[in-house]
T-cell receptor, first 114, second 116 residues
């Protein structure tokens, strides 16, 4: 059974810092991995999706990497801003097929202080 | 980009009431939508997969008679919490995937359900 773990659970950094959020999964046979952002009391916004054949994806100040063999992904945020404060979730489909179902990690709650 | 609209955003009602939540894909057709539940400070847990034109598929431990799902069109899925009780209070979120298996999931803004 696939399990997704995110470390740390919470993170507080001063504005301008570069930071890394970690995600690990127990079954390396994944179809893809997706990073989301969730603001308090809101739904999820898709940030980056990495296919199993890819090693990384970039969008603006965000860079996500994927190492399937070790069951890990990282989300790198460059030059953090107070507006980046949110909970970041990673998710993978259960199994190696893409049924659309997702298994989520517990999330990392980020606070960027001005 | 793709947008998923969820309504209502918040519901407060008495115990025993049935509550319907709508999930609409606004600019794409979704043959499959998903319903998740999120308790405070916890992650999302998949409840069921909503399939257009057929019965929903429920995850283990989710009561299908309690959580009725209807997916009558390619752009609309509804979740009805029947005879809701305080323990059903939670944040319910729907999602849909755009055309193509490699497309990302798009989520609604969620519905905060509070049963008194």
């Amino acid at each position: 059974k696939q399990e997704v773990t995110q470390i740390p659970a919470a993170l507080s950094v001063p504005e301008g810092e570069n930071l890394v959020l970690n995600c690990s999964f127990t079954d390396s046979a994944i179809y893809n991995l997706q990073w989301f952002r969730q603001d308090p009391g809101k739904g999820l916004t898709s940030l980056l999706l990495i296919q199993s054949s890819q090693r990384e994806q970039t969008s603006g100040r965000l860079n996500a990497s994927l190492d399937k063999s070790s069951g890990r992904s990282t989300l790198y945020i460059a030059a953090s801003q107070p507006g980046d404060s949110a909970t970041y979730l990673c998710a993978v489909p259960p199994g190696s097929s893409n049924t659309g179902k997702l298994i989520f990690g517990q999330g990392t709650t980020l606070q960027v202080k001005p | 980009g793709a947008v998923v609209s969820q309504h209502p955003s918040r519901v407060i009602c008495k115990s025993g009431t049935s509550v319907k939540i709508e999930c609409r894909s606004l600019d794409f057709q979704a043959t499959t939508m998903f319903w998740y539940r999120q308790f405070p400070k916890q992650s999302l847990m998949l409840m069921a997969t909503s399939n257009e034109g057929s019965k929903a598929t429920y995850e283990q431990g989710v009561e299908k008679d309690k959580f009725l799902i209807n997916h009558a069109s390619l752009t609309l899925s509804t979740l009805t919490v029947t005879s809701a009780h305080p323990e059903d209070s939670s944040f319910y979120i729907c999602s849909a995937r755009g055309g193509g298996r490699n497309q990302p999931q798009h989520f609604g803004d969620g519905t905060r359900l509070s049963i008194l």
